[in-house]
């Protein structure tokens, strides 16, 4: 707790520091004017401008001034209270002031960056300025409020982010929940054959931790799950998981595969699309996504199991199951629990190339995406890790495709920063593989990362041919007999200056990476933001790169951005951290802006107590009044705008305080 | 910009090299200003515009080069270019640009400039199209195919007018070409009054 | 159904037998065509390369009258040529879209005591054909199916570049539907919207020639024994230019180049000289041998 030397009931004296953020604000705004106007403000006592207010002689000049002056309110305009208002509110707090009788006016971002004419500017900066006094003149002494913070931590994802996350936080000590929605762990990463640039295979360096992440006492692993419902604040979430219908008990498979083998759906053209293999195989309805699935779990996939849809099937798979797993009465499962922090590891989704119907994925044959291809090299894929095209014949000639649906205005603005090396990983495999002549269309090579432009050195060594130019069309239309029968890739060699067309037999697309299509979903269920392009936003893109908006929830993987393995897993160990570091702390202090009811004013009308979404509000029987639990109070404001009879007040949003900041920004404008 | 040496045998030696002084900076600039060409600077280079356009293998310097040397000042280039008159506006690099630049668009404000700075090559019939086709429907609100193709080809070839002469016979006899303008049945006058209003286009005069 | 028709310069030249051909099928098919009375010159391509300003206003008119004629109800201005349908659509686009363009515009009609604020739709009569009257109408309407026409439909650049509010830009399928609903059969060909070199055929012969001698021969490689076109200049090109190409190339050529409502107007029992296919150069008849 603080020590207030200043009594709230003394007059305000009020300080106001007008800060030019360098040229940021200064530049645009009349930051003297704006000081000489705040100096004409009933109950301001010092107004100045300041070249840097956050700076230590910026903060001490404030200091000073507080005990010279003997000021009782501090008003700095400046940036975002993002920013720096805790930084000012200690400067008061230091000078013996209670940091609550402290108010910022935000002139940066509201005003002199998004502001074209200087003398708009200066007018706004005015409104805002004298608002912010106004307003302070009727701060009250408040004081921060501590509460617990929960130790376990929840990560809501399972590819590599997810798991680097849980098992940094894990073995620092700490439960960790890691629900993913897949049957298994693993995601994207899984399905790679080689890493670049160094070509580790894939699966090599990721079970060992997939099964780490099995294993982990301090780990509970929820697949085939999905979070429902997040409630609560930081450091004390309540959330609901829906562990959906697996027709398996988990408990009892042991993913021997005898269900599988006894299937009815035994013709390959009753079986569906395998997810796992981009749909390049056929899977039945029970199924375990790979050999090295985590947990190694059959799952029975309910849109095509015959029994779960039509109740009708000789339920082979039933009798085979020695282990007697199998169970068709399992129902989704709703379970509720409580962590202290989140991370979010949710993943990306690789562009749909039909979107570009120029480049006739979908209705050529032999055009594949880079995904596809990982498959289709992979030893434990389809064809046995050889690259064979679907009429089983191996290409001669291929040809790859860069930037398909990245900085592309008519899809995604922005470079998805993985598929140049991606591209020039499918090169030199392909070329490895089968001996083909390569040929790659790039329209910039991006390889900007340790060891990666030692990579393009060695595909170019290798004799790939590289063209510099966009493709504009993949086509089957021959125009010289050797074109016939080939799919002719059309495309400017801006090098060179000259239009060309290059016969292949097979084009491998490499696509861009997208937000999950339910990000908007999910951004709604947590309660943080997106980018402009859909992508989970981060508090700030340079210093609180892997922390949101919303306290107490972090976010690691391709769920910020496109992202390489050797970024997400940094980021995910930096997530694991900002959530340690909350969780091991035991206590966050949060703001005291909670409820409570004038009690004179108190009809005893009941409206507010259904509302309130965390039960805080209850009836006092005896005075016929409602009373705010202070401790389960949120501070969201839905009584006090409800209450009929305007008794519900909130701290730090009176109604006095509201009605001054309007005032304020109307009276001067 | 580029200067023949003295000739050796077959060998064909040239000294190329652009000196600053030599180029219009703000020509980038200026076009930005036309609408439609507003994105131009926006160009990554990446060639899809050249290799979707069907004409660009008949082009001095393909629409992507247009675009780099619009942007770079080289004017002189890019208005005695054939790439402008062969853009037979078919679109197709605008709907293909990925940075969504109306390529057409700009084509089309290069042709008007260089009309306007009359750097047209010679010969060429299409600025001559273009301003008897204006003409006519200036004359009488609508165009009549048949006339001013002729009057294009007496002014540009009339080699040509005779070689095609056939063919303007035989579309006559079938009703598909005449000598008569086709009018609007209202007075021209209005119409008249509506073109006479405009002036700020990017060209700042109609020629005529 | 009622629209209003904007037939533009050429459906009164060169491609008369689109217009008529186009209205006696509408007519038979129940639709009211009506022409827009005192329309102009939209102003398309070769215009836009002198002035484009007064080549949007000369399209801007165009549309200004079609808005009073509405008279405060919703107008269709149905525009059947490729070129006036683009020139009408972009004008309508960019004065939305530019400041400039919209200001320089109103005042220009202003001058002449006419206003454009927006309310009319310009659509293509390909869009009409499929999307209001429909395929079940047409079906029922159909007495002659024409089963004998092998059709390559070409759709050419501007029905569909840059704007494409009722068909795909890369593969457009409305008069492939069309031409299967009169009992013909579309052949699936690329060439669907590819140049066919507009006016460089007379302007820059050899190149030119060549763009439309490239859509002829695909059409002939893909066994169409017919090409329906859309537009006026992409028929006259591959038409009255197909001797020319004969020569340059050394082929014969005699592939009848029609226009798709000549054939619709076929299967709905209307006569060729209604239908304006005397004025052909290669007769429809011819092919219906080969094929
Ligand atoms: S397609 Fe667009 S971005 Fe690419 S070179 Fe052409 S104008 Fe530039
Ligand atoms: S509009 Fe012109 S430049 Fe563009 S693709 Fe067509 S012909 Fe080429």
New interface residues.
Partial sequence: MIMHRKSPEDQPRIGVYVCHCGVNIAAKVDVEHVRDFAASLPGVVVSRDYKFACSDPGQELIQKDIREHDLNRIVVASCSPQLHERTFRRTCADAGLSPFFFQMANIREHVSWVTVDPGAATTKARALVAAAVRRVARAEALALRQVPVRPEVLVVGGGIAGIHSALTLANAGKKVFLVEREPTIGGHMAQLDKTFPTMDCSACILTPKMSDVKNHPNITMWTYSEVDEVSGFTGNFKVKVRRKARYIKEELCVGCGDCVDACVMKKEKVQVPDEFNVGLSKRKAVYMPFPQATPACMVIDPKQCLQLMKGKCAQTCVDACERAAVDFDQTDEIVEIDVGAIVMATGFRPFDAKRIPEYGYGRFDHVYTTLEVERLVNASGPTGGEVVLRDGTVPKTVGVIHCVGSRDRRHNAYCSKVCCMAALKMAHLVKERTGAEVFDFYVDMRTPSKGYEEFYDQVLSEGVQFIRGRVAEVTDWAMTPEEEGKLVIRVEDTLIGVARRVPVDMVILAVGLEPQVDTAEMQRRFNISCSQEGFFLERHPKLAPVSTFTDGIFLAGACQGPKDIPEVVAQAGAAAAEALALVDRGHVDIEPNTAWIEEEACSGCKTCIPLCPFNAITRDEEKAIAVVNDAMCKGCGTCVAACPSGAAQQNMFTDEQIYEEIEGVLAYV | MAQRTPRMSNLHITRRIKYQNELDLGFGKVMTS???AEDLLRC???????????????MD??P??IIAMTRAGFKDEVLSSATI??C?????C???C???I?I?DVM??L??KA?EEKVWPRG????V???E??AS?LRT??????RT?AKVWLKTRPLKLLANMG?GL??MA?????MKS?R???SVD??R??????H????GH??G | MKYLYYPGCSLKGSGRSYEESLLASFKKLGVEMHELPDWNCCGATAYMAVDEMKAFALAARNLALAERYGDGEPVTLVAPCNACYLALMKVQKYMAEYDEVGRTISDALASADLSYRGGVRVRQSLDVLLNDVGLDLLAEKINHPLGQWKVACYYGCQAVRPFAPFDDEYNPMSMDHLMRSIGAEPVDWPLKARCCGGTLTGTIPTVGLRLSYIILREAIDRGANVVATACPLCQFNLECYQSQMGREYGEDLDMPIVYYSQLLGQALGIDDRSLGLQRHFVPLTAAAAVG
Wanted: glycine share 8%; charged share 20%.
């Fill in positions: 036309i609408p439609g990554i280079q990446c060639g899809t515009c050249s290799s979707t356009c069907p004409l660009s293998i008949y310097h393909t992507r080069k008159w062969l037979a506006s078919c679109y197709s605008t709907v293909d990925p940075k969504k109306k057409t089309y404000a042709k008007r009309i060429l019939p299409i600025p199209l273009a301003k086709f204006f429907v609100g609508r165009a009549n195919e048949g193709v063919l035989r579309l079938r009703g598909r070409m005449s086709e609007m049945t209202g209005q119409l009054k509506i073109l006479d209003s405009v700020n286009s990017d060209t109609s020629p």
